[in-house]
Every structure is written in structure tokens, then in C-alpha cells.
């Protein structure tokens, strides 16, 4: 079993910066993909951004070039550094952690973009 705790949601103003951060820990295999999704009232669950054990990344269109994906392997932690928000990108902030064909996700933290 996999546990991920995530912090460093918030109420942030437009334009301004927020940095994710999810702690894995269990049985991880060193081969996985690390990521963030996040969910909107209303909307689906959608992908922001992951990155391989490789350190290969993928982003949603909307955030490239303001959002960045990073981990330290060493301590299973993955990081979502979040500049020049905007109010769509409130939603509530997924961990998200695939091990072969096994997905294991965070509790979610709250993003608030609003002046």
C-alpha cells in the first residue's frame, strides 16, 4: 500500500505563486510516474502535469510555461511549483502516484486564485 500527503495549498491572488508538495510512502517501486490532477466544482478530474522516475514530463496545455513538475527520488516527493496563477486554476489539487498498473492518490488540497 501507498500513502501520499500533500501540503502547500492555499489563498493565493492573481498572478501570485503556490508550491505543492506530496510525500509518498509504502511499497513504491522504483520504477513509477508521479503527478498532480486537480478538479474543479463541476468539471472532471483533469491531468496538470507528472513526471517519470526518469524525470520525462508531460503538462496540460494550460498551464505549461507557468506550472513545474519536479521530485527527489530519494525521498519520494514530488513538487508543483505554480506561478502567475489565474482563477481558473482554482480547484482542489490531486496527488497522484502509478506503480505498474496500481494508482494511489492524495487526500487533495484546496487552490484558491481570487483577489
Known amino acids: 500500500q501507498v500513502q501520499l500527503v500533500e501540503s502547500g495549498g492555499g489563498l493565493v491572488q492573481p498572478g501570485g505563486s503556490l508550491r505543492l508538495s506530496c510525500a509518498a510512502s509504502g511499497t513504491i517501486l522504483g520504477l513509477n510516474v508521479m503527478g498532480w490532477y486537480r478538479q474543479a466544482p463541476g468539471q472532471q478530474r483533469e491531468l496538470v502535469a507528472d513526471?517519470?522516475?526518469?524525470?520525462?514530463?508531460v503538462y496540460a496545455d494550460s498551464v505549461k510555461g507557468r506550472f513545474t513538475i519536479s521530485r527527489d527520488t530519494a525521498k519520494n516527493t514530488v513538487y508543483l511549483q505554480m506561478n502567475s496563477l489565474k482563477p481558473e486554476d482554482t480547484a482542489i489539487y490531486y496527488c497522484h502516484i502509478r506503480i505498474l498498473l496500481r494508482h494511489f492518490w492524495g487526500q487533495g488540497t484546496q487552490v484558491t486564485v481570487s483577489s
Open positions: 513526471i517519470t522516475s526518469g524525470d520525462t514530463t
